[in-house]
């Protein structure tokens, strides 16, 4: 049973892992950019960075198709010329992974960089510090908390990703299945063993993630 729940799991685990990634990069400048600068659209901007939040994942699934798929505005270029296809690969589970989690990151890190002390930034800055330094020692020490609970959220929402992953990645033993897919084929099969084993395995990890993220959030005194 452990080693029918192995493949997933690692897999599961790399595809959570480089969405997270892919969602802290993009979720933590776009936070840092609306919580610090006000132009025309921002609040537009702002409701986009949240849709995928609220949408249905299949919904996410089919933008996803449309942008990525092989016809897609960006995947029909990458297929022609550089021969990349992300459909039903690890990959595509990645991007439809890394958007739903998206979210996740923003809003945490958008609420850290509200939180800063502007003041300290400008004190920062009369004493001739630059803009990259002056992220680098004093907004980015302030609002690390919440940039890392946000980001084990989104972390544990990769790993619990379902909708957008199928319709994008498939269901492929091996090599796109991830846990929460297999458990939808182990209930299916009437295995029921190793869909209990594969919930238990799962249910930890994300309440363990859920744990040390209320940790994080909670304010230091």
């Not at 003041?119 to 980015?140: D, P, Y």
């Not at 033993?173 to 297999?182: D, F, M, N, V, Y």
């Amino acid at each position: 049973m452990f080693g029918q729940a192995l493949v997933p799991l690692v897999l599961t685990l790399k595809v959570a892992g480089f969405a997270t990634l892919i969602a802290l990069l993009t979720g933590a400048l776009c936070a840092f950019l609306l919580a610090r600068y006000s132009f025309w659209g921002s609040d537009v901007l702002d409701a986009i960075c949240t849709l995928p939040m609220v949408m249905p994942p299949t919904v996410l699934g089919y933008y996803l198709i449309v942008v990525i798929g092989r016809r897609g505005w960006i995947g029909g270029w990458l297929y022609e010329n550089l021969g990349i296809n992300l459909m039903f690969t690890w990959q595509g589970a990645v991007l439809a992974s890394a958007v739903v989690a998206f979210p996740l990151v923003f809003k945490s890190a958008r609420a850290a960089f509200e939180g800063v002390d502007t003041q300290l930034e400008n004190a920062a800055r009369t004493l001739g510090s630059s803009e990259l330094r002056v992220f680098a020692r004093v907004t980015l020490p302030l609002a690390w908390r919440g940039i890392l609970a946000g980001t084990m959220l989104a972390f544990a929402r990769g790993m619990g990703e379902f909708g957008a992953t199928l319709m994008v990645a498939g269901n492929i033993p091996g090599r796109t299945q991830t846990l929460s897919l297999a458990v939808y084929d182990a209930v299916q099969a009437g295995q029921d063993d190793l869909a209990n084993f594969l919930v238990l395995v799962t249910s930890i990890v994300c309440v363990l993630i859920l744990v040390a993220s209320g940790k994080l959030f909670k304010p230091a005194y």
